[in-house]
């Protein structure tokens, strides 16, 4: 026993040497880039050529178009966080109240499906249907002589398409998060509840609903960061010209611009860091909240 | 030699309820429905479920309609045309090898370091968590920025031998920068599932019981720890790979010519081939998800 | 007194509190695909009694439960509350309180605000966000022992405690019945044992109509008025726990509760059955004459010491206050038998004994 101890502490140092791999590789292929970012975000090229450290990129990425960008890229987020959230909940209610074990498995896969790698095909999938050649677009211009653009103001390539387009890779991902949530509702409460004279309503005010708030706000901020860093979808269907940030810092690594353009680029991916850090802290807080109410 | 009885081993989708010590007369239906709720509820469950399915299923036969809709009635040339299309072939064979170098490294990397700190370092776990969500709060946009200024960095290098690594790195038909990004990327993924895995099969348990009963330390890994892992292994590996087939951020970014990126292009020259695509990649990735579930849920169904 | 049923023995405390019945089921039926939960029950619930619903999982006991609490129908067949048909009311209308088996208190609230809930909706005890709903659920709280963890929350309650909140809660809201559904499974066996006695001091204290379901054979002997056995939906016998264990009315029930020994031997006149030499008193239906089975249980068996006995220990097993033994029988039958413990010490494994019942063992028809 007392060997085995002895061995024990004699070789704990060496196992920690285990992880080096581990630390080494995130250190180097996320740790670096990350400060090579926050560096960059404050370098300014002087007028010798000679770098300094300044806040100019800073400023230009905080003030006129670059700040447009952030706040649409903010606001079109949020909407489609809020939307997608509550359509999302609804949609994991019913699918998790009812009874076939096979709609569950294939809403979790299809899910799943959509919410991770849905971003780019969907934009495909929405110029096929909507766009300017789409279906429903020739469709609709033939039978019935409207433009969907502009008679019915659905236009695919505008703000309002991107974001439509959202949803659906939004919604699903609000389905994957909350449904571990939904099925943590015991039954007992219900019953427990409606025993004590409780109303469906006054369920879901007084019990389901305050359990499952502190998930469902976390979910909108996960649901938020995830609009937020969206690239592909934006991309696709505007050809980059959408004033989001993502997009503009694509624009501004692009060889297109002047030099010096490279740490700019770095100042809207640090404020984009900086939006979405807390944001995402946030979720992790509120899910480790409700996990311990509903398990 | 003194026999250690282990606690037994649940399946590692069974929650237990505190012990209970016999389920109560549960009649076999689930007793969270109320049949007297029936008609309202199971009423608008339907219409949720059914538009729901509209919304979903819609822009899909839309699309696919899209992809048969001919100037001669519909057909299937679309899909017939994907393999002749130009650079499909040497985009899609370097986004497959990217997917399998960054399974690779995923696997190669984490088994190890998740083993080592279940089985050794339960102290470390913490670190490791926390490094292994960090990729989650940096937007794939963002983090390409730096990747980028550190390339630009290598390949202004004075050393010749770093600017040849970084070179190397870039290669056009097969960027190994980006397998190694994607790893970082897919991180948070793998260690979720390596995690659940090894808690839900109880890994530490095994290991003690295998070991009490004399076996050595590879026959233990090899025999026990695997198989017990295989489905949390199956389910990363899918993971990282479906995550290398879609990425399209640091790839169109890093002008990469890796199968997503051609695919945004193709609808340049070819819109109904991009949509085929699309729907392809998107049934594709729903099947081989389908397969990793159904296979997880035999494993764990083999379980007594 | 009168017999309400004729399957059911007269409730001891029928006329405690004005006679009548709290409850009654009449051939109650439900089934679940081909299982049948229930099938043609019958039971009735005197006033401030405490019948337990004992059975095997699967049994139905807990269907009968929540068909009573309105959280399910029944196929065919009647529940009174009170005498009128409690069909159509919705469970949030039948002021049922009801203990679950383990994490039913809401986890967002603190014990007390849990205890509160019924009260609040029903506007008791002063207004929505009167003091007088909060003093009434402390109250309930000291009367369950938890005062001092009125502001915890559900998760910093111990498994106990949390039964404890769950009991207060139910009992708030002035039930008319009083529902506990293995209330105590979950729970340690040290725990268990406390809290049941605290739960039938409360019930008598209260007098509140109980309907306790339980697999737990000890449980429900130990804190019932009546035990209900159930098999298969039905009721096999509804009496007394001292009934039940003495007289089970079925062999069913003769192997659920406790333990018994079953002896062949031959019935001999009415009444009386000859078991080796001895010629005993028993009770059960009389078949005629011939050979038979009677039960008898491990206490009733009586062992001496005997060099030239027949029987010989096989094995003993040391249980505290008694010690069980396993007594091989010369025709090659097993036989168990229950000696306090001060004279087990002199009968180890290989002693020969000589055995004999008590009186009144039970013919098994």
Not at chain 3, 26 to 44: H, I, K, P, S
Not at chain 3, 85 to 104: I, K, T
Request: aromatic residues 8%.
């Amino acid at each position: 026993m007392r060997s085995g101890t002895a061995a024990r502490r004699a070789r704990l140092p060496w196992s920690w040497f285990g992880l080096v791999p581990f630390f080494g590789y995130v250190s180097v292929f996320f740790l670096l880039p990350t400060a090579v970012i926050a560096y960059s975000a404050f370098r300014v090229r002087g007028e010798g050529g000679a770098s300094t450290f300044g806040v100019a990129n800073m400023s230009a990425a905080l003030g006129g178009a670059y700040l447009d960008a952030l706040w649409n890229s903010a606001t079109m987020s949020l909407v489609c966080a809020v939307i997608a959230a509550v359509l999302g909940m609804v949609l994991a209610y019913a699918v998790a109240t009812s009874r076939g074990g096979l709609l569950q498995k294939l809403v979790s896969t299809s899910a799943a499906v959509l919410a991770n790698f849905g971003g780019l095909p969907l934009a495909f999938l929405f110029v096929a249907a909507i766009g300017n050649a789409g279906v429903l677009t020739v469709f609709v211009q033939e039978r019935l002589g409207l433009s969907l653009r502009d008679d019915l103001g659905l236009d695919l390539y505008s703000r309002g398409g991107v974001q439509f387009v959202y949803l659906y890779f939004l919604i699903p991902l609000m389905v994957l998060v909350i449904t571990p949530a939904i099925e943590g509702l015991r039954p007992e409460w219900r019953e427990a509840a409606e025993g004590l004279g409780a109303r469906g309503w006054q369920y879901w005010r007084h019990v389901a609903g305050p359990a499952l708030l502190p998930h469902f706000l976390g979910s909108i901020a996960l649901l938020f960061c995830t609009a937020f860093s969206s690239y592909a979808t934006a991309e696709a269907l505007t050809n980059g010209t959408l004033a989001i940030t993502p997009l503009r810092i694509d624009g501004a690594l692009s060889g297109n611009v002047l030099a010096g353009q490279e740490n700019l680029g770095a100042a809207l991916a640090l404020s984009m860091i900086v939006v979405v850090v807390p944001l995402t802290l946030l979720y992790q807080l509120m899910q480790r909240r409700s996990s311990r109410w509903l398990q | 030699m003194v026999a250690v009885i282990g606690a037994p081993v649940a399946p590692s989708t069974v929650t237990p309820t505190a012990g209970a010590p016999a389920p109560t007369a549960a009649p076999p239906q689930s007793r969270g429905r109320v049949r007297r709720a029936g008609p309202p509820v199971r009423f608008w469950r339907g219409v949720v479920l059914g538009l729901a399915g509209l919304y979903f299923l819609g822009p899909v036969l839309v699309a696919f309609w899209f992809t048969v809709d001919g100037a001669d009635g519909p057909s299937l040339a679309a899909y017939t045309r994907i393999f002749t299309a130009t650079g499909f072939v040497d985009a899609m064979t370097s986004s497959l090898l990217l997917g399998l170098i960054s399974v690779a490294i995923t696997l190669a990397l984490m088994v190890p370091t998740m083993l080592l700190v279940h089985l050794r370092l339960p102290r470390a776990r913490p670190y490791v968590e926390v490094f292994s969500l960090l990729p989650l709060v940096i937007p794939p946009v963002a983090l390409v920025v730096g990747v980028r200024g550190v390339l630009g960095w290598g390949n202004g290098s004075e050393f010749v031998e770093v600017s040849a690594v970084f070179t190397a790195l870039q290669d056009k038909s097969l960027p190994l920068v980006l397998a190694l990004m994607y790893v970082v990327i897919a991180l948070p993924f793998t260690y979720r599932s390596l995690d659940a895995g090894l808690r839900g099969s109880k890994v530490t348990v095994l290991v003690e019981a295998a070991l009490n009963l004399g076996a050595r330390w590879p026959t233990v890994l090899w025999r026990v720890v695997l198989p017990a892992l295989r489905t949390s292994l199956l389910n990363a590996g899918f993971l990282a790979f479906a995550l290398v087939m879609g990425e399209y951020t640091i790839a169109k970014i890093l002008i990469f010519p890796t199968f997503p990126v051609w695919l945004a292009q193709s609808g340049a020259t070819d819109g109904q081939l991009q949509v085929a695509l699309a729907l392809l990649s998107l049934a594709v990735t729903w099947a081989l998800l389908l397969i990793v579930v159904a296979v997880a849920g035999r494993t764990r169904k083999a379980k007594p | 007194m009168t017999n309400p049923s004729v399957r059911n023995e007269t409730p001891p405390r029928a006329t405690v509190n004005g006679g009548g019945t709290a409850v009654s089921f009449v051939g109650v039926r439900r089934t679940f695909g081909a299982v049948n939960a229930l099938d043609g029950l019958d039971l009735d619930v005197a006033p401030g009694e405490l019948v337990a619903l004992l059975g095997p999982s699967g049994c139905g006991k807990t269907t009968a439960l929540r068909i009573l609490a309105g959280f399910d129908q029944p196929d065919s067949g009647q529940v009174l509350v009170g005498g009128s048909d409690a069909a159509g009311l919705p469970a949030n209308r039948r002021d049922m309180g009801m203990v679950f088996q383990s994490y039913s208190l809401f986890p967002t609230m603190t014990a007390q605000d849990n205890v509160a809930f019924g009260l609040g909706l029903r506007g008791r005890g002063g207004g929505r966000r009167g003091g007088g709903r909060l003093a009434r659920a402390r109250e309930l709280l000291d009367l369950v022992g938890l005062a001092d963890h009125v502001a915890k929350f559900p998760h910093q309650l111990s498994g106990g405690q949390q039964q404890r909140v769950a009991l207060a809660r139910a009992l708030a809201i002035a039930p008319r019945v009083l529902l506990l559904d293995e209330p105590l499974s979950a729970l340690d066996a040290k725990v268990r044992y406390q809290l049941r006695e605290e739960i039938r001091r409360i019930q008598l204290d209260l007098g509140v109509t109980t309907l306790l379901v339980t697999h737990d054979q000890e449980e429900a002997l130990a804190v019932a008025d009546r035990v209900a056995v159930m098999r298969a939906g039905r009721l096999e016998q509804c009496a007394p726990p001292s009934e039940v264990y003495r007289r089970p009315a079925t062999p069913f029930v003769a192997e659920f509760v406790g333990t018994m020994n079953h002896i062949p031997a031959v019935a001999v006149d009415r009444g009386t059955v000859r078991v080796g030499e001895q010629t005993l008193v028993c009770d059960g239906a009389w078949p005629g004459p011939g050979p038979v089975t009677v039960l008898a249980r491990p206490e009733a068996v009586l062992v001496h010491e005997a060099t030239e006995g027949d029987t010989v220990v096989s094995a003993a097993t040391f249980y505290g206050a008694s010690t069980r033994l396993r007594l091989a029988r010369p025709d090659g039958a097993e036989l168990l038998a229950d000696v306090a413990s001060h004279r087990g010490g002199a009968l180890t494994p290989g002693t020969r004994v000589h055995v004999s019942l008590l009186d009144r063992p039970v013919l098994l028809a």
